[in-house]
């Protein structure tokens, strides 16, 4: 077994591409996370790529960086991932990377992991079986819907979606790449929200969107524009919703409703297995939401050294 460090991505792309293709979630791909730093990354930060090799063979790939002795894994600060997890054949090399991480004395700060997912429960275990150090706080919740195919809405949203399409004529989504409309749309819609709160974040998007790294959809009715939806298909077929926004002209028409009857529609028709809501409890979520992760924050501090005792009340979440 070897661990490897990368600090650039161009050498790492192959093997990255080639584990990220066996299924995993949208933040673990190599165009989002490289956007991600190139945009992102601070100059105290250092990229620090965590990789086991087996037989020259890759099996495990941690996006991560480091400031100081931390260890923080990339898309995070500012975290604009919903899901924490790793690209890895087997999770029996997770117990390596953890290993490393400990024996290093590096702090592993991990926003989002999912309670019911494997890499969740496999982290929990090893902490406990070691005795180590950390802390721990539910955060979110993550809506979905689960098995697309099976999907139908019930008897109350399909009167909306009927009641909510017979207002216009010629309805139409499309996918674009007209970014500006999106972006003034949006910032019209919620006084900048995100697109101004968090810096270089429209930057992100656009990149994203241009790159062909999801798809934003745009919903059209007699050459008007509604709503804009912008998500990501993942290699686990799952497509994640990032944002979305719909045009204040309209907003007596309940065109938001109508923006994610469409885009579900949409998606379920590509053959997409799953639909996530991304993190968040908001309303409209559960309207349509067959399924509901619990997400929360953990800080692996070391073995329980008095230094180690000591510093665990000084990092926060």
Not at 189 to 195: D, M, S, T, Y
Not at 260 to 265: Q, S
């Amino acid at each position: 077994m070897e661990i490897k460090i990368f600090k650039e991505f161009d050498s790492i792309k192959n093997d990255w591409i080639t584990l990220y293709n066996k299924g995993n979630i949208f933040n673990l791909n190599y165009e989002w996370c490289k956007y991600w730093w190139d945009i992102f990354h601070k100059p105290k930060t250092k990229l620090y790529i965590i990789t086991i090799y087996k037989k020259n063979s890759i099996k495990l790939i941690f996006p991560a960086y480091k400031i100081n002795n931390i260890i923080f894994p990339i898309g995070m600060g500012p975290t604009l991932y919903d899901e924490f997890n790793l690209l890895y054949t087997d999770i029996k090399y997770v117990k390596y990377l953890l290993n490393y991480i400990i024996e290093n004395n590096f702090v592993l700060k991990i926003h989002y992991l999912n309670a019911s997912s494997d890499i969740a429960k496999y982290i929990t275990r090893y902490i406990k079986q070691n005795r180590l150090l950390y802390k721990r706080k539910i955060v979110d919740n993550m809506p979905q819907i689960k098995n697309l195919a099976n999907f139908t809405f019930n008897k109350k949203l399909k009167y909306d979606y009927k009641r909510l399409s017979n207002k216009f004529e010629k309805l139409e989504l499309q996918i674009s790449y007209d970014t500006d409309k999106f972006f003034e749309m949006h910032k019209k819609r919620w006084n900048g929200g995100p697109l101004i709160y968090i810096k270089n974040y429209q930057k992100f998007l656009e990149k994203l969107i241009t790159k062909n790294v999801g798809i934003n959809l745009k919903l059209n009715a007699n050459n008007k524009v509604l709503s804009y939806h912008f998500g990501i298909i993942d290699s686990n077929n799952t497509f994640n919703s990032i944002i979305h926004t719909y045009n204040i002209d309209f907003k007596n028409l309940s065109v938001g409703k109508l923006n994610l009857f469409k885009t579900i529609e949409f998606i379920k028709n590509q053959n997409i297995e799953n639909f996530s809501f991304g993190r968040g409890v908001e309303n409209y979520k559960y309207w349509f939401a067959n399924y509901d992760n619990i997400l929360f924050h953990i800080i692996l501090i070391g073995k329980a050294s008095l230094k180690n005792k000591l510093l665990i009340n000084f990092i926060n979440f």
